[in-house]
DNA sequence: CGCCACGTTGACAGTACTCAATTGGAGTGG
DNA sequence: CCACTCCAATTGAGTACTGTCAACGTGGCG
């Protein structure tokens, strides 16, 4: 645990003290937490934004038979809270020590994003990013195999927390989480890292550090249009095959 | 079909001539669609916001494997297109005759914002509203059971398109197209309808018109926490089991 | 009338879920 | 330092569900 959060700690992203948001910062309150502790409940009113700079955090909701369901994790830099708690039904958890959250009053980044364009369209650019992210996600949910979520899950994690070296993946959150977030049984999420294992995919260097040994192979069991956009793969795809589009 | 068409074509709404948006007006392109034809393709350039005035229309990503992601509807009154199309990989298909579309230049709809706050907030408005509809249809696209999926889909557009009478939900999009929004097989799509009949929850006006005999039923079915928020029942469930919140 | 796409139903197989037991690691107390 | 506990993680066996393949019914349209 002491590795992990040392290479949590070294990831900290810095409040930016320039760019577009940089009058929101004036504004900011930062607090720590500790994991599995609530920074936003379920019914707490929506007055601010969010920004996460160190840590991770989970944003989940809860099911009418009593399931969860973890709709985001989120990561150093992550910005949340804008749209995602509208029907209030999410709450959001630190995973892990020292998770480092900046809290910002919606209102007055309502106002300043009035007076200032730039903030405004800053602003848009977050909520149109997390939207076209929303909607791979939803793409990766919607595959029907264990090994084709899983190996996207790894992938994405890949790309988004970059703590550990260039073919290693820290996963902060347990098995558990990984198993909410993919619609899937934490057994089944568990058999199918044995498997990727047991095909020399990848390697365990701890229960929550996984090396990838073989990227391409990753990149071909979570299907070529994965969280990541590859156009060039998309293309041959459409060529190959032509759905139903009529004239 | 005649029914049908007459009845979406009593649900065009005319492009508001006052609101937030009205100065974006001015700059519009009305194009009218026929079914199955293309209003965005997967690598058009992004240049453009889109406004469905009249019919109805899906958003498809193509996967690796070939399969098709219906990623959303998009029903009269809505926008879409900003953060939609960040990747490239989405295309827009018209579903029913007449589908009528307003498009905005991009660039020009920034400019707007950037000059008038008001445009701007309403902009944001419509983009956080579709995160929060996207992280609810993932908390739905997360449930396992068939049943639970097809009863949350059927409310949802119960709500969404509103073209029929109270309880009498018009479905503009094929069975296929349910399917490939629900990331299920076109057999257990239909399979589950029949039993929902069968149980006389609903009751097949037409194979595209269905009407719900038993909604409170059906929302058992779809699970309390559904793609409506339902304050109560989560605040119940809260209550009764403490997943694994720590102090 | 026949074609075609859509929709439904049936039989079968495969995959993932459930229940249950075991292992492993971290933290605590003797 | 080791035993003990607790929880996360893994593994195993059996079941239920859904996907697949196939056939059939249906409605619109040339």
Redesign the pocket.
């Known amino acids: 645990?002491g590795t992990l959060s040392a290479s949590i700690r070294e990831s900290l992203q810095p409040i930016p003290r320039d760019g577009p948001f940089a009058a929101l910062e004036r504004f900011a309150t930062l607090t720590s937490y500790r994991p599995g502790e609530s920074i936003y409940r379920c019914n707490d009113s929506i007055e601010y934004w969010y920004r996460i700079s160190g840590g991770a955090a989970r944003a989940s909701a809860l099911s009418g038979d009593g399931r969860r369901h973890i709709v985001d994790f989120v990561f150093p830099g992550d910005l949340f809270g804008f749209g995602v708690f509208a029907g209030r039904q999410l709450c959001v958890e630190a995973i892990t020590a020292d998770t480092l959250i900046a809290r910002y009053p919606r209102h007055i980044a309502e106002s300043l994003a009035d007076c200032d364009p730039r903030i405004a369209r800053a602003i848009r650019e977050v909520a149109f990013d997390s939207i076209a992210r929303l909607q791979r996600r939803m793409v990766m949910l919607g595959r029907?195999?264990?090994?084709e979520k899983v190996s996207a899950f790894l992938l994405e994690m890949s790309d988004r927390s970059n703590a550990c070296g260039p073919h290693v993946v820290c996963l902060p959150m347990?098995?558990?989480?990984i198993a909410d977030y993919l619609?899937?049984?934490?057994?089944?999420?568990?058999?199918?890292?044995?498997e990727l294992r047991s095909r020399h995919t990848i390697a365990?260097r701890?229960?929550?550090q996984i090396h990838i040994c073989d990227r391409p192979a990753l990149e071909e069991f979570a299907g070529s249009l994965g969280v990541r956009g590859r156009s060039e793969s998309v293309d041959r795809l459409r060529s190959q095959l032509q759905p139903?589009a009529p004239g």
């Open positions: 645990m029907n195999s264990a090994l347990s098995r558990y989480d619609a899937m049984a934490v057994e089944t999420v568990s058999r199918t890292l044995t365990f701890s229960v929550r139903e």
